[in-house]
């Protein structure tokens, strides 16, 4: 008779960063900690004008200077290639596709003209400062008034919103914008990279590291194999180090060109100038309704700005085509060609700036029909995915408004506005909804058995600071049922088998099947091995009559009690390892049987104090939808620093561009405001856990940018039922409220 040992049930509780110890010692290694023998520091030299001819670089005075190697641009710098066009989805993306250094033009300010080199970072610095550059400057455009130039074409419709919009009993016609936000990262945009005369390695600070280095590949004009990236570590990245930046193509070309190592490390400005942004969108939004409060039509347009050269849309009606039932859904797009850097992913690209606008929209729909916010949700909750007529995998948003009226105290709201009083402060209460795709990424890992008690999962995907080197580990612990101190994960190195990204919120969810896989395959070369190697006391047996489990082999009428520990089958049978490979193919482009988000509802307390002009937000309660939530510790750091980002989104963060020069004016920490300690409310986090097994045995989905989604339009909301003052063009300054009567 056997007996179980209970399973360590890894999976789904409180787990502790297993990086956490070399983080906080200084043992684990950024992008630009690497130091090799020889290397040579560069420093950029960005542009002073946003739109206009370089006339002429002048670097005399800096080739004089102690320490200088060279300064090199467009004349002098070895040939950095065109990319071929992309083959599909995922094919070497980047945002900003033009080389770096390729021509005299200047598309934005702060674009890289120029590279001082030299032995010493503050004499490559000294040196960048001494270049002297003349241009022919023209007036730039970088204004944010956006839908007055786009050309909108149709994006997605559904019945004929405009004629059901004429004949609505009642409407709103909204613009909302959201001004340009930066990532604003610890860790700048850092490159460190080697050539021995054959293969570039290159460490970078990048969310994907197998795209970068097909990316590297084709701007060196070599084949991927000889470009090897590495990302053991990000300090942060929320979509700004998704795709390569210019630096890494010019530090990656000189270390060729001078025959030694190049440390290259963006400064904090030109990350703000060049390393992407969430961009400027202006939205209207047409709502049309019956007395009942149900929609009858919805009309989003939007429009975004782009760089001179580079197409990029914000998926701003990720979201309105199947979070509320409605007939008659018509969206249309347009971007607008602008004298800036290029934008690029930020955390909840497309859903986050939407939300904002469709769920203030329908908040001031629930004041001018005189019904509770919440309710009207429930009135306009749709039982199917309208925009794909399909059946949802998961929806319980309901329930997540549910549980979150109840924690938050929904029920004593008052709607009148200003109604509200504590300890003379007003007080403001706003709900909103948020969604979120739950889709996978290809992605493939092996797994070894080691003949030192170790397993090991590996894989070229990265950990960017939200805690995959941790999951993973809690994945092979749990399928293996071993203590999690057992599992070695090594991640970010694009040699590894070829990995998913870090966007999206989908590494967990794309990870799932292939590490099952993989697990599944090492104990099967193990029972191989087991029953074929001669003296193995399993010699002969059939594999089906062998177990895997606790770390030992036996033969299932063994107790769990009995048995090999498997390091010491390997050992004494002279393997080293025994290994499997596991792969789980993208979802993107399949056609979808069910409608796979996850989903959330944040409520939201502002306290308003006019005498003094003072708005904080007091307390935000948080309820997700997301699936089996593996890690819950984890889960919940990042739904609250999700909601710290909503803060600075509704409150604080607005890149400014002077317009004679095209400049971005607040290009620092210290003047690009964002949230601090002082800042932040009381943060409750709330799961409700529903498998999604469509998507991954574990039905798992991703925490992050949904966290995000929503948050701001609660807290436009909640502001406008404390001051009265509806506030449409983010971020809410105190300026809007001083006009409150």
């Not at 590297?216 to 070599?222: F, M, N, P």
């Not at 060609?337 to 606008?357: D, E």
């Not at 966007?503 to 099967?524: D, F, L, N, Q, R």
Request: aromatic share 8%.
């Amino acid at each position: 008779m056997t007996t179980e040992t209970e399973k360590l049930n890894v999976i789904g509780h409180r787990t502790n960063r297993i990086d956490g110890p070399l983080k906080v010692t200084g043992t684990a290694k950024y992008a630009s900690d690497h130091q090799f023998p020889g290397m040579l520091y560069a420093v950029a030299v960005g542009a002073t004008i946003a739109n206009g001819q370089i006339q002429s670089i002048d670097a005399s005075k800096a080739l004089k200077m102690p320490g200088v190697v060279g300064v090199y641009h467009k004349d002098n710098i070895a040939k950095i290639f065109n990319l071929p066009p992309s083959k599909g989805f995922l094919d070497m993306v980047i945002d900003e596709r033009r080389p770096p250094l390729s021509d005299n033009t200047v598309q934005y300010y702060g674009q890289i003209i120029a590279v001082a080199v030299a032995h010493t970072f503050e004499q490559a610095c000294a040196a960048a400062d001494a270049v002297e550059v003349k241009y022919d400057s023209k007036t730039p455009k970088v204004d944010s008034n956006l839908l007055a130039d786009a050309k909108l074409k149709v994006e997605y419709q559904r019945g004929d919103a405009l004629a059901a919009y004429e004949k609505a009993k009642h409407k709103l016609d909204l613009t909302y914008r959201v001004p340009p936000e930066h990532h604003s990262t610890i860790e700048l945009h850092a490159s460190v990279a080697t050539f021995d005369g054959h293969s570039f390695t290159l460490y970078e600070t990048t969310q994907a590291v197998v795209n970068f280095r097909d990316v590297l590949a084709g701007y060196l004009g070599v084949e991927p194999d000889k470009v090897r990236v590495i990302t053991r570590f990000l300090g942060s990245g929320f979509g700004g180090k998704l795709w390569p930046w210019s630096q890494s193509a010019v530090a990656a070309t000189l270390a060729r060109q001078l025959g030694k190592p190049i440390k290259l490390v963006m400064s904090r400005k030109m990350v703000f100038q060049a390393g992407g942004h969430r961009p400027a969108v202006e939205q209207r939004v047409l709502m049309g309704a019956d007395d009942a409060g149900k929609l009858v039509s919805l009309q989003h347009d939007f429009a975004n700005h782009r760089s001179i050269l580079d197409e990029y849309k914000e998926n701003c009606d990720e979201c309105t085509k199947y979070f509320y039932s409605c007939p008659n859904v018509l969206t249309r797009f347009a971007s607008v060609q602008r004298n800036i850097g290029s934008p690029t992913s930020m955390r909840g690209p497309g859903a986050v700036p939407g939300l904002f606008a469709t769920e203030s929209a329908l908040d001031e729909l629930a004041i001018k029909l005189k019904i509770d916010p919440v309710q009207l949700r429930v009135i306009n909750e749709p039982s199917k995915d309208e925009s794909l007529n399909i059946p949802f995998a998961t929806r319980r948003l309901l329930e997540c408004y549910e549980l979150g009226a109840e924690k938050f105290g929904w029920s004593q709201r008052n709607a009148a506005i200003g109604s509200m009083k504590k300890n003379g402060t007003i007080l403001g209460w706003g709900t909103a909804g948020a969604g979120w795709i739950a889709e996978r990424f290809p992605a493939e890992v092996s797994v070894e058995l080691r003949d030192d008690g170790s397993i090991r999962v590996l894989s070229a995907t990265q950990d960017i600071g939200t805690g995959t080197y941790t999951v993973l580990a809690q994945m092979a612990a749990e399928e293996f049922n071993v203590p999690l101190s057992t599992i070695d994960v090594v991640i970010g190195d694009s040699s590894l088998p070829a990995g998913p990204i870090s966007g999206g919120s989908m590494v967990t969810g794309s990870m799932i099947p292939a590490v099952s896989e993989a697990c599944g395959k090492a104990k099967e070369a193990l029972l191989n091995a087991a029953v074929k190697t001669a003296d193995s006391p399993f010699h002969g047996a059939k594999e089906k009559d062998l177990v895997f489990a606790n770390g030992k082999i036996r033969k299932s009428e063994q107790s769990d009690t009995e048995g090999i520990p498997f390091h010491q089958f390997l050992k004494k049978y002279n393997f080293k390892m025994v290994s499997g490979k596991g792969s789980s193919g993208s979802t993107f482009g399949a056609k979808a049987s069910v409608s796979r988000h996850a989903y959330g509802a944040h409520f939201v307390e502002v306290g308003w104090q006019k005498d003094i002009a003072r708005l904080r937000v007091n307390r935000v309660v948080t309820v997700i939808d997301s699936g089996k939530i593996l890690n819950p510790q984890a889960a919940r750091n990042q739904v609250e620093g999700a909601v710290v980002m909503g803060i600075g989104m509704a409150l604080f963060e607005q890149g400014h561009y002077e317009p004679t020069k095209g400049a971005l004016l607040n290009s620092s920490l210290a003047d690009y405001i964002v949230p601090v300690h002082a800042d932040m409310p009381d943060l409750e986090v709330q799961f409700l856990e529903t498998p999604n097994k469509e998507l991954n045995e574990y039905g798992a989905k991703g925490v992050g940018e949904v966290g995000l989604a929503g948050v701001a339009a609660a807290i436009a909301n909640a502001v406008h039922h404390a001051t009265g003052k509806r506030v449409r063009d983010l971020p809410i300054s105190i300026e809007d409220l001083l006009t409150v009567t």
